[in-house]
């Protein structure tokens, strides 16, 4: 099995800066995709920024100029430094992996439990 751990959510003011991490554990052997969603009330879940193993990222356009991913392959652990954070981030940041586990080919799809961020004006 393989299980996500976030950390760094919080609570941080209008302009402010927030990073978080997600680390994957468990019998990795590789990892082809990682991601964070985001759920605000009353609204789908929705990609916020993905990498994949090539390195190429993705951006939600509300986020771009904003929010930068990377990705620690050592660690599998996967970033998401938020700067100049608005009111309108506020949501439950999901982190999402899709990961070939040692001893398999094909690929599955692991959730994070979420992590909340709360941005005040």
């Known amino acids: 099995q393989v299980e996500l751990v976030e950390s760094g959510g919080g609570l941080v003011q209008a302009g402010g800066s927030l990073r978080l991490s997600c680390a994957a554990y468990?019998?990795?052997?590789?990892?082809?995709?990682m991601g964070w969603f985001r759920q605000i009330p009353g609204k789908p879940l929705t990609l916020v920024a993905s990498?994949?193993?090539?390195?190429?990222?993705n951006y939600d356009d509300s986020v771009k100029g904003r929010f930068t991913i990377s990705i620690d392959n050592a660690k599998n652990t996967v970033y998401l430094q938020m700067d100049r954070l608005k009111p309108e981030d506020t949501a439950v940041y999901y982190c999402?992996?899709?990961?070939?586990?040692?001893?398999?080919?094909?690929?599955?799809?692991?959730w994070g439990p979420g992590t909340q961020v709360t941005v005040s004006s």
């Open positions: 999402d992996a899709r990961v070939i586990r040692t001893g398999y080919i094909y690929e599955n799809k692991y």
């Open positions: 990498i994949d193993n090539d390195g190429i990222t």
């Open positions: 468990g019998s990795i052997s590789r990892i082809n995709f």
